[in-house]
Structure formats: C-alpha cells, structure tokens
C-alpha cells in the first residue's frame, strides 16, 4: 500500500489468478482430507483409548490378542510396534472399527457403502440362521463383522463357501468337524518326546474347547 493509501495495480495475470486460485483451492482440499482421515494420535495410545471405552484391563486386552501381559503392555507404551494382524483380531473380536483403532477414530462412510454393508450382513446372517441353526448369535455376528471386514481380493463376497470358510475361521472345528486335524503322530516327532507332548497337548485343548462333550457333529 502506498502512503497515500492507494493500493498498487494488481499486475497479476489471468493465468497467475487462475493458478492462485487452484492452488489455495488444493491446499483447503488437502487440510480437509488432513482433518478427516488423519490419526488423532499415535496407535499406542488410540489403542490405550479403545481399550479405556471398551471397559477393558490390560490383563483381557493381553488375553484378547493372544500375547502376554508384557508384550501387551509394550504396545500401548510404544516400546512395540502393534502388528497388523493383531489389530484386525481385535476388530473382529469386539466388534469394532480398524479405523477406530488405528486413527483414534471412525472411518467416515458413505451412505452407499453403508447401505451395501448393511445388505450383505443382513445375507449372511439369514444363511447362518439356515445352514447354522445351532450357531450362537454371538458366533453369527462374529462371522458377519469379519465378512464385513476383510477385504477378498475380487472373490465372490456371496458364495456361500466364502460364508462357510469364515465360519470354520470363527468357530474352528466345532461346526465342521470333518476339519479337525489327525493328532499329532508320536513316530514322527522321534526322540522330540516334549515337542510331541505339547503338541498333543494342544491337540486336545482344541478337542476339549469344541467339543466339550466328547461327541463330534456328523
């Protein structure tokens, strides 16, 4: 501004206008996504958040993942890097959102994705409810949260095997019985009589847990 308070000729071409304008245009359309899907904090503590809403110790979190106590606490102190997979066992087993997890928050929808969502879940439930009579709904919704979730590379979402693999992933063996392993074979491990041992061990827990009385599903 002059001293007289006259404003100096704009000497800007209509170019340079046009490209003012699309770059500050840019630049609000970026802050935007920025405010939009940008973590809210580091994964350690949105994990500490989500455990905090959820209700849960660290000692059930630890449980949860499979992991011990330690390892669990290294994760929300940012001592370890939490991995993927575990992230997404947690989604599926409480139900929850990976963007919740991961960000600290929701991931924005659109009404159509939602309502495909909402279509698909309500499908398989309904072939659950007829293929799975004897499945508990807690099972039911676990199948229909991990549908919903993984992401199946082009593979048809619907099929009806598709719905079954998941099951078998939810409720192991119990509902496909035909699926359980042979136990471990004792001539195969040598003299690994401790490696055989465990590995029955664990064999039989699995035996235990799905068919707690000793009678498998033809």
Request: charged letters at 30%; proline letters at 8%.
């Given at each position: 501004?002059s001293?007289l308070g006259i ?5 800007r071409?209509p170019?340079?206008l046009?490209?003012?304008e699309?770059?500050?245009n840019?630049?609000?359309?970026g802050?935007?996504?920025?405010d939009r899907?940008?973590?809210e904090?580091a ?10 809403r959820?209700g849960?110790t660290k000692?059930?979190?630890a449980?949860i993942l ?5 390892t669990?606490?290294?994760?929300e102190?940012g ?13 599926i087993l409480t139900?929850?959102d990976l963007n919740e997890i991961i960000?600290g928050?929701?991931?924005p ?6 309502q495909v969502a909402?279509d698909?879940?309500i499908?398989v439930?309904?072939?659950?409810a007829?293929k799975?009579p ?12 991990l549908h919903?979730?993984?992401?199946l590379?082009?593979?048809p ?8 693999d ?19 074979f004792h001539e ?11 590995d029955m061990?664990?064999w039989?827990?699995i035996?235990d847990e799905?068919?707690p009385t000793g009678?498998?599903?033809d």
């Amino acid at each position: 501004m002059s001293k007289l308070g006259i404003l100096p000729p704009d000497t800007r071409t209509p170019e340079d206008l046009l490209r003012g304008e699309r770059e500050e245009n840019e630049r609000i359309a970026g802050e935007a996504v920025q405010d939009r899907f940008a973590p809210e904090g580091a994964i350690h503590d949105n994990l500490r958040n989500y455990r905090v809403r959820l209700g849960f110790t660290k000692q059930q979190m630890a449980e949860i993942l499979g992991v011990t106590p330690r390892t669990y606490y290294a994760y929300e102190e940012g001592h370890r890097a939490v991995p993927t997979p575990a992230i997404a066992h947690l989604a599926i087993l409480t139900g929850g959102d990976l963007n919740e997890i991961i960000l600290g928050r929701p991931a924005p929808r659109s009404g159509r994705a939602a309502q495909v969502a909402i279509d698909e879940a309500i499908v398989v439930l309904r072939f659950l409810a007829v293929k799975y009579p004897d499945m508990s709904m807690e099972d039911r919704y676990k199948v229909a949260r991990l549908h919903a979730l993984e992401d199946l590379d082009g593979l048809p979402r619907m099929h009806p095997d598709i719905i079954r693999d998941f099951v078998k992933i939810v409720t192991r063996c119990k509902l496909h019985p035909e699926d359980l392993p042979a136990p471990p074979f004792h001539e195969d491990y040598g003299d690994d009589q401790e490696g055989w041992e465990r590995d029955m061990a664990e064999w039989q827990r699995i035996v235990d847990e799905d068919f707690p009385t000793g009678e498998k599903n033809d």
